[in-house]
């Protein structure tokens, strides 16, 4: 039998923050010795069909009395009934990146759906892990006790040092799946004011979940006529990635809202300087002295604070200064992937004294 069982929704392999923090700890662990067999689930997410209600309650039904599961919470907050159901006999960890009802754009309905779903599948787990002691303090809007929560940051590998030094025309990059949360269209909107000034910037992110979103962000790019200036690559694999922060000058995260901000510490593990905004965890992820942070959705601040970097070498090298002296302090994926084991034996420890 495994040392415990990941579940997620849909392809494990996916290369959003959430999914490679996920994988980047199985990793991690299996190099130490631990068994772990890993469950993408069918169906759609967070809003489950009955694709989805069947592949959670076939992946817990397959699993032993007593067995450990982490259930992923973008795979559990909407199904709390068959969280409920097999939490008697199995013990389950709740593995919480941000809250569901705290995605950007949901109506107030649905945002309450998700929040009483999610407190009431949160209430049914034995224990928690979340990637942010941000997410910890959200959660006990959910209910969830402290002494339920461990707090495991990220680890991050240290990348090759961002070769900008000035000389050239910045080069911005921002790393993130284009949907309305991460806010792509304010920093089009943003750049869209800094014509006047030489910059090339990258958006690299999957443009395969929100539709809509992303032809907004093509439609704003267009009409500010700056179709040569941004690139809309897509998805990268993971060696153009790296890549990408090597080359780049300046990392840009223009998001409403994020549970920690994983692509922030890798900017820094290559020496990057940031502009970011103050949304959710990112107000505690970026250090102020690697970078600038601004309000999320104040398109005018982020313009403000981009064109600063631009404009004033020396603001720039304080910054990139201030990230390089960083990037020595990160932790790696090992000692997080140790804290998660320790999580979960704990959890393990206490459901069998229960």
Not at 26 to 55: N, Q
Request: hydrophobic share 40%; proline share 5%; glycine share 10%.
């Amino acid at each position: 039998m495994s040392d415990f069982t990941l579940i997620v929704a849909g392809d494990p392999g996916q290369l959003t923050g959430g999914y490679v923090y996920d994988a980047r700890i199985v990793e991690a662990l299996r190099a130490s010795g631990w068994e772990i067999d890993i469950v993408g689930l069918d169906g759609r997410f967070p809003e489950p069909d009955a694709v989805a209600s069947h592949a959670l309650d076939s992946a817990l039904t397959a699993l032993p009395d007593g067995s450990q599961a982490v259930i992923d919470g973008l795979a559990m907050g909407g199904l709390p009934a068959i969280v409920e159901r097999h939490a008697s006999r199995l013990a389950i960890t709740a593995l919480v990146h941000h809250p569901l009802a705290d995605e950007t754009g949901l109506g107030a309905p649905e945002q309450q759906r998700f929040r009483i779903s999610e407190t009431r599948a949160l209430a049914a787990v034995g224990h928690v892990i979340v990637t942010s002691v941000y997410t910890a303090r959200r959660l006990a809007d959910f209910a969830v006790p402290a002494e339920k929560i461990a707090v495991i940051e990220p680890g991050v590998e240290l990348g090759q040092l961002a070769s900008g030094d000035g000389s050239g025309t910045p080069r911005l990059l921002c790393i993130a799946t284009i949907t309305p949360r991460k806010g792509q269209d304010l920093l089009v909107e943003a750049l869209s004011g800094l014509t006047s000034l030489p910059w090339q910037c990258d958006l690299i992110g999957a443009l395969d979940r929100a539709d809509a979103y992303v032809d907004e962000v093509r439609e704003a790019i267009d009409a500010h006529q700056l179709n040569e200036r941004i690139r809309l690559l897509g998805s990268q694999p993971t060696d153009r990635l790296s890549e990408h922060y090597r080359q780049a000058d300046l990392f840009v995260l223009p998001s409403h809202y994020e549970g920690y901000g994983m692509v922030i510490t890798e900017a820094l593990a290559h020496g990057l300087p940031v502009v970011t905004t103050t949304g959710g965890a990112l107000a505690h992820t970026l250090p102020d002295t690697a970078g600038i942070k601004v309000p999320p959705g104040d398109a005018t601040a982020l313009r403000d604070a981009l064109k600063r970097m631009l404009e004033e070498p020396q603001t720039y090298r304080r910054y990139q200064a201030g990230a390089r002296e960083i990037r020595d302090t990160l932790g790696d994926w090992n000692r997080a992937a140790e804290a998660f084991g320790h999580a979960l034996k704990r959890a393990g420890a206490a459901e069998a004294t229960s």
